[in-house]
């Protein structure tokens, strides 16, 4: 075991772990936010994704030792108080069924929405094409993201 110091969701926490030990992990099991969740462990569905340094990536597949001084930010730090234009749009269009994959899917689209702030449908379906829902809610999860470019738009007037 050895210790080390991330950031995450911008405040600074030690955790006590082998460097093997996937973030996803430390995420959950030792920083107690479980908004991330574990879906196949080998990197393939998205449900574990998060930014690091603004970047998608499988905390399943990172280990801690890899994650160095970049910045992570999960779902639960995409916007303290669950306001963030994608977290409205999902609640205003249902876009959810189980919700179980709804983290990464989030995570992915705003990494997205930063890039390319008017996303056509191909960019969508092109950036969130590694994220799998089992439920079937890609036509809404396309749709929560035009409804969360409008009220990002909103948001700015």
Known sequence: MSKYTIKVNGV??????????????VLRDHLHLVGTKFGCGIGQCG???????????????????????????????????????????????DVPQCGYCQAGQIMTAAALLKKSPHPTDQEIDTALAGNLCRCGTYLRIRAGIHRAVELAEQAMV
């Open 47 to 93: 449900s574990c994704t998060v930014h690091i340094d603004g970047v998608p990536t499988r905390a399943c597949l990172t280990p801690i030792n890899d994650v160095g001084i970049r910045k992570v930010t999960t779902i639960e730090g995409l916007a303290f108080k669950g306001n963030h234009p994608l977290q409205q749009a999902w609640q205003e269009l």
């Open 12 to 25: 600074s926490k030690t955790v006590d772990v082998s460097a093997d030990t996937p973030l996803l992990w």
